[in-house]
């Protein structure tokens, strides 16, 4: 794109207008000046009628480039919030979403704090949530993508939760050992194979097709999670997943074994089914 030196407002406009065809293109303009200035939003634009030096110029540029063929900002920007920390993202991990902080927050409300298995765990955004808000907290966090048990071992490292996860590389549930846990979460693929090519190009083209790719009705990974958690899961322990909402309700209700009673339903900010929960043969007292 064309530029000639000017003013950090100058670039800021010029971001803005060559995003113009994305949802929030100001914003995203100020993230990108942001991050590559190495200061806060704030920052930016308190600092609008200064000249850009040239460095941050091309840095952001070059950045920019990317954002308008959809590359996922998270990957360029190389971070994401969720859940109050600022978590490591890399290109080939699934990129957080904020409907996932739902699945902490259900998760969290239902948890003793012990011992709990994250399936699924990409790069670890929901196990690190649960770490930093229990601190004796212990988890075991699965994973089959390369990728992304490369980008959840750093994230383990950069917050010191190393000692208290174990990082199990599974391709089937078989592979996971033996253990008894209070607590078994799961964001896993859910959505129909023939849906993905029509999601939006900052999914379908770039993130992890192994990590949305949940088989014919999206509803292939449930099944066996079942089987998992009537294996490592305690009596009274509690099963959470993220899916789909519509017909995936009535479905994942009609798989639900009878050892597992429903508890809780969450909806996200468009109203949609997003959460589901259940108790494990509920023999324990409340």
Known sequence: MAYKPGTLGELRALLA???RELDSPLLEADLILAHYAGKGRA????HLPDAAPGELADAVLSACDRRKAREPLQYILG???????SLLVEAGCLVPR?????????????????AFLDWGTGTGCVALALLNRFPNARALMVEKNPASLNCARRN??????SPRARLIASEAPGDIPDCEVSLVVSNPPYVPSSEIERLMPEVSRYEPWLALDGGRDGLEPY????????????PGGFFCVEYGGGAQTAALRALAPKAFRETVLLRDIAGCDRV???RFADTLPQ
């Open 17 to 19: 207008a060559e995003l």
């Open 43 to 46: 920052w930016v634009h308190a």
């Open 79 to 85: 971070c994401c919030d969720f859940d109050g920390l």
């Open 98 to 114: 904020p409907e996932t902080e739902l699945l902490v927050e259900c998760a969290a409300a239902n948890f003793d704090g012990g």
């Open 156 to 161: 383990l490292e950069k917050f010191g939760f």
């Open 223 to 234: 099944h066996w999670l079942f089987e998992l958690c009537g294996r490592v899961l305690r």
């Open 276 to 278: 589901i929960g259940w």
